[in-house]
């Protein structure tokens, strides 16, 4: 299973546009925040895509959680969240153990327009970076997950 995760794009709709229009057999798109008008309007092109979000501290929609729990097809429990009410700034502590929690093998979050990866015991924890403004000195990114029976492969990818 393909997973593209993407976060912060900030008004950016031609970087997620160009997330898309790349990796179109992707079996799910997660988007995670700050960046909802630009995501919705994506969306709506892209009605057969299966496109997931969580809303950020920029973004403004009471109906849209904050935070979420996704069960994958294979049973594995994914925790997403933006990460501003989990302190992600200062640690991954937090978002880590509500995943736990959850029984998640997955925590992935946006906000620090960073990009993390860190693999914690069996829990995988991930920052995609951002799509739309970098705050690392490097490229505008997103990330994959190839989750496959003999386990999980990660990559940032440059936009």
Known sequence: MRIIVFSDTHGNFAAM?????????ADLFIFLGDGLSEFRK????????NMICVKGNCDFDKELPESMVYVLPDGKR???AHGDKWG?????????EKAKEEECQFALFGHT????YEQRGTMLILNPGSAGQPRDEKPPCY??????????IHNFVNL
Do not use: C, Q
Not at 113 to 116: A, I, L, S, T, W
């Open 113 to 116: 327009h960073k990009r993390y």
């Open 88 to 96: 992600v700034n200062f640690s991954v502590e937090n978002i880590y």
């Open 42 to 49: 994506l969306k709506s092109h892209y009605l057969d895509n």
């Open 78 to 80: 994914m925790f997403l």
């Open 143 to 152: 990330a994959w997950l190839d989750i496959t029976p003999t386990g999980v």
């Open 17 to 25: 546009h160009k997330i898309i229009k790349r990796n179109g057999d």
